[in-house]
């Protein structure tokens, strides 16, 4: 009687070798930082002084269901950050490889084509969706001063959510296009 063993998450993991690698070079780049810190002081800057704003004239009382409004605010202030950022992480994924002569080596593994796009495509989305996770105690704020439901709350986020899909698959299609980043970019 053979005795299956179930595969541990670890192992199941590293079954995308790629991604792995992937993130992990991302995650040694001193200018991941930097991004990440850039679009942290702008994204709380500008949350913050729309919040300043909304109670300067009115005090913190006069701001209660006010929310609807900061909440649509910081949603546009991430759609603007997923339009710049990730268009720019996204041009060389696939480019890149071309002009460094890499990609036929991936070709030729064990690798298959749509598996190599997917960890490609999900390379760069998980540090995107990680900026984007950075908005949550903006999002809570928002809540909690009122005048929205949690259906708007989730409809944003979904609408981010969907925008990063779209804008990522774009990015990841000219890069599978043209011959440099710079040309994808």
Request: hydrophobic share 50%; net charge positive.
């Amino acid at each position: 009687v053979a005795v299956q063993v179930r595969p541990s998450w670890r192992q199941r993991w590293c079954s995308w070798p790629l991604l792995v690698k992937e993130l992990t070079e991302l995650a040694a780049r001193e200018r991941t930082y930097w991004a990440r810190t850039i679009y942290a002081v702008l994204l709380y800057g500008l949350g913050g002084w729309l919040l300043y704003l909304g109670t300067r004239h009115h005090g913190t009382l006069g701001a209660i269901g006010q929310g609807g409004e900061l909440l649509d605010l910081v949603t546009a202030i991430q759609e603007v950050g997923i339009y710049v950022f990730l268009p720019a992480m996204m041009a060389g994924v696939v480019a890149a490889e071309k002009e460094r002569s890499t990609l036929t080596l991936l070709l030729v593994t064990d690798v298959r084509p749509w598996e190599l796009l997917l960890q490609k495509y999900l390379s760069r989305l998980i540090p995107m969706l990680n900026l984007l996770l950075l908005s949550l105690p903006l999002m809570a704020i928002a809540y909690a001063f009122g005048g929205l439901t949690p259906d708007w709350v989730f409809a944003n986020a979904w609408t981010i959510l969907i925008t990063v899909l779209q804008v990522g698959a774009i990015g990841l299609l000219c890069s599978t296009y043209f011959t440099t980043t710079v040309q994808a970019f």
